[in-house]
């Protein structure tokens, strides 16, 4: 049981460059989330997935895409990489958004990808 | 709408000293809150979750916090800090009418001294 894994864990790209972001749980939760940590401002929300094959914008979307073509993956691409994308990526997955003592809303993170853009 | 502001950025202590870092969250509806600690270059690892079963909740690595609704308040303490403990933490709220989107305070990065 591998939790929540994330492909690449460091890249560097220049400004124009595309690349996507591979988010994969084994937990089979319905949930998943993609988010950038930068300083000071703790984690904001890009896009998210209540389930296979939808999505939906989160906080600062813009200039981010993604896809959920199967239930354990989840994929964030950069179209044409911008310096203001330098970051770091997390992707989080839950059971449920549903609150209550069993904690079905807790979110589990992965690890992180590094991701430089010059 | 919803918003957490952690109102220190920075807490420095001694090793076997009390730890307290303060939260306070804005919420519509009966909020989801939640403490986690980043180590550094690590991801994100849950440390306790409050959802209306208890106010005074119990996490791990002797962590707890208390929820006070008249004061919006959720601090994190420990009785003892150990240096293990220096890393940053992150005050997160949550409403079930929003999809499950998490809303995060800025982080207070914890130093401990020896």
């Known amino acids: 049981n591998a939790g929540v894994t994330q492909t690449p864990k460091f890249r560097v790209l220049k400004t124009g460059q595309s690349m996507t972001l591979l988010c994969a749980q084994d937990?089979?939760?319905?949930?998943m989330y993609w988010y950038r940590q930068d300083p000071g401002m703790g984690l904001r929300l890009i896009h998210y997935?209540?389930?296979?094959?939808?999505?939906a914008k989160g906080e600062v979307p813009d200039g981010y895409n993604v896809s959920r073509l199967k239930k354990q993956n989840f994929l964030l691409g950069l179209e044409s990489a911008a310096p203001s994308q330098t970051s770091v990526y997390f992707c989080?997955?839950?059971?449920?958004?549903?609150?209550?003592?069993?904690?079905?809303?807790?979110?589990?993170f992965g690890p992180g990808t590094r991701l430089t853009v010059l | 709408a919803q918003s957490v502001t952690q109102l220190d950025s920075h807490v420095s202590v001694s090793e076997g000293t009390p730890v307290l870092l303060r939260c306070n969250y804005s919420?519509?509806?009966?909020?989801?809150l939640f403490w986690y600690v980043q180590h550094p270059n690590k991801g994100l690892q849950l440390l306790l979750k409050?959802?209306?079963?208890?106010?005074l909740v119990k996490g791990i690595n002797g962590f707890e916090a208390e929820f006070k609704k008249s004061e919006t308040s959720f601090h994190l303490t420990k009785p003892s800090a150990h240096m293990s403990d220096a890393a940053e933490y992150f005050c997160?709220?949550?409403?079930?009418?929003?999809?499950?989107?998490?809303?995060f305070g800025q982080g207070t990065e914890l130093s401990v001294k020896p």
């Open positions: 919420s519509s509806y009966s909020p989801s």
């Open positions: 997160v709220v949550s409403e079930d009418n929003q999809g499950g989107k998490l809303i």
């Open positions: 937990m089979n939760h319905e949930y």
């Open positions: 409050y959802t209306s079963a208890a106010t």
């Open positions: 997935s209540v389930g296979e094959g939808t999505t």
């Open positions: 989080a997955s839950s059971y449920s958004a549903a609150s209550g003592a069993l904690g079905t809303d807790t979110q589990y």
